[in-house]
């Protein structure tokens, strides 16, 4: 039934099957080399031209060390399965295409309402004293929404990334006084390990900036004595180097419920926030073959953890080759 075949019966299983069909390819496997087959999915047409999933278990049927003699071929209709499993795929896609557009949507209607409600005000008194103050204002609601339409398409476009070796060190010290010329009552120390990368300097300044700044800015709103801490971890495998960058802060940490929803693009709980700072992070680190991940520090305050696939730096090469010597 699942094959869609009336009479299996006396018929070669290639020719009720056909040649050119991967489960007869699979049972010729089995009974060539007696390899097993657990749980494949396959593509089946029927004879009668429809396509169906089919989930395949085959095993050689052979006595002691002989050559297989039969395979038993367990088989599942998995068609109804795969269609709803596209289905609610597109269905995610659609419910995360929504939850972006809403997102868009609310920035653009409140600076709208905003920037309407200066106008009105403009226009009802043209030479009243404070035309220019709510003209001011009218300026600072379109250049926020600027913000967000280009931090909106940074994300949603695809990323060129050029390979170039980027120093981690160099590159936070000049984070750090950035974000010290924002939030100066905030300690920031850069402590651990740090080694070259291959990657794009300016987006890579850009996942640093956004991480120290939500540090920062969650410090300063909560701690007596606002500090945060930029942590380099190198380490390394017999294939590959890794580079780990650990973003401490003592400000109030992350709520449980908030903790699933951080890297989508519009989830902030900041008056002033788009938003898209952490959603861009994470876009930036994926195309460099990296991830970034949150966590609540044991005594308290926020953790994010970047790691990267690190390069060996030109004086570590040099070393290592010393030591060879
Ligand atoms: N270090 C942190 N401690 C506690 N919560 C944090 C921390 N970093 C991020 N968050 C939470 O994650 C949310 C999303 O951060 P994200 O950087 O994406 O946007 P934002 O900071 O709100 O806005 P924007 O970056 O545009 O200014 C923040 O609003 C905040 O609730
Ligand atoms: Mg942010």
Do not use: W
């Not at 299983?13 to 060539?32: P, R, T, V």
């Not at 309402?113 to 030479?127: D, L, R, V, W």
């Not at 010290?180 to 987006?203: K, T």
């Amino acid at each position: 039934q699942a094959l869609g075949i009336k009479a299996l019966a006396f018929r070669r299983y290639s020719e009720a099957l056909g040649e050119l069909s991967e489960l007869s390819d699979l049972i010729q496997q089995c009974l060539a080399d007696g390899k097993t087959f657990r749980r494949e999915q396959t593509e089946h047409i029927t004879p009668d031209g429809s396509h169906r999933e089919l989930g395949v278990t085959i095993s050689p049927i052979r006595r002691a060390q002989e050559k297989a003699t039969g395979a038993i071929c367990l088989l599942s209709d998995l068609t109804e399965l795969t269609a709803l499993q596209k289905q609610m795929q597109l269905r995610e896609n659609l419910a995360a295409l929504g939850e972006l557009s809403a997102g868009i949507a609310h920035e653009f209607k409140n600076a709208l309402a905003t920037i309407s409600g200066y106008a009105q005000m403009i226009q009802s008194e043209p030479n009243a004293a404070d035309t220019v103050e709510n003209a001011k204002k009218i300026l600072d609601q379109t250049r926020s929404i600027t913000h967000v339409v280009t931090e909106f398409l940074r994300y949603a476009r695809p990323l060129e990334i050029s390979e170039e070796p980027v120093e981690l060190r160099v590159l936070l010290d000049r984070t750090v006084c950035e974000i010290l010329e924002l939030q100066p009552q905030v300690r920031i120390s850069i402590e651990g390990n740090f080694s070259a990368i291959a990657g794009d300097e300016g987006l890579l300044r850009q996942v640093f900036l956004n991480l120290a700044r939500n540090a920062a800015e969650a410090a300063a709103s909560n701690s007596p004595n606002p500090a945060v801490i930029l942590r380099g971890e190198t380490s390394e495998s017999s294939e590959d180097r890794t580079q780990r960058i650990r973003i401490l802060d003592n400000g109030p940490g992350i709520p449980i419920e908030a903790l699933a929803k951080l890297f989508r693009p519009f989830f902030t709980t900041k008056v002033n926030g788009t938003g898209l700072g952490l959603a861009v992070v994470q876009k930036i680190l994926l195309q460099h073959g990296g991830q970034v991940e949150a966590q609540n520090r044991v005594g308290g305050g926020a953790e994010f953890i970047v790691t990267l696939p690190a390069t060996r730096t030109i004086s570590q090469a040099v070393e290592s080759k010393e030591v060879t010597i």
